[in-house]
C-alpha cells in the first residue's frame, strides 16, 4: 500500500522560509514524476512545482525563482524548499507522485499559512 507523508507546514511571515518533506512508502513501481500541489480556500488545486523521473524540474510562474523541488536519490522522498514566502501562497500543500503507468498517489495535505 502505497503511502504519501507530508511534514514541514507551519505558520510564517511574510518573507520567511519553510521546507516540506514528503515521505513516501510501499513505491515498488516505476515513478513518472513526484509534485507539489496546492489549494488555497476557493481555489481550485494548482501545480506548484514538479520533478520528473529524469531530474528536470518545472515549476507555476508564481513561485520561480522562490521554491526549489528536489528529491532523493531513491526517489522515497520530495522536498519543497520554499523561500521569501508570500501571503498569497497560504494553501494547504499535497505531495504527489504519478506512477510510470500514470496513476496518481496523493498526501494527505499540509498547511501553510504566510501572514503579512
Known amino acids: 500500500q502505497v503511502q504519501l507523508v507530508e511534514s514541514g507546514g507551519g505558520s510564517v511571515q511574510a518573507v520567511g522560509s519553510l521546507r516540506l518533506s514528503c515521505t513516501a512508502s510501499g513505491i515498488s513501481f516505476g515513478i513518472r514524476g513526484m509534485y507539489w500541489y496546492r489549494q488555497a480556500p476557493g481555489k481550485e488545486r494548482e501545480l506548484v512545482a514538479g520533478?520528473?523521473?529524469?531530474?528536470?524540474?518545472k515549476y507555476v510562474d508564481s513561485v520561480k525563482g522562490r521554491f526549489t523541488i528536489s528529491r532523493d536519490n531513491a526517489k522515497t522522498a520530495v522536498y519543497l524548499q520554499m523561500n521569501s514566502l508570500k501571503p498569497e501562497d497560504t494553501a494547504v500543500y499535497y505531495c504527489?507522485?504519478?506512477?510510470?503507468?500514470?496513476?496518481?498517489?496523493w498526501g494527505q495535505g499540509t498547511q501553510v499559512t504566510v501572514s503579512s
Open positions: 520533478i520528473l523521473s529524469g531530474g528536470s524540474t
Open positions: 504527489n507522485i504519478l506512477s510510470a503507468n500514470d496513476i496518481d498517489f
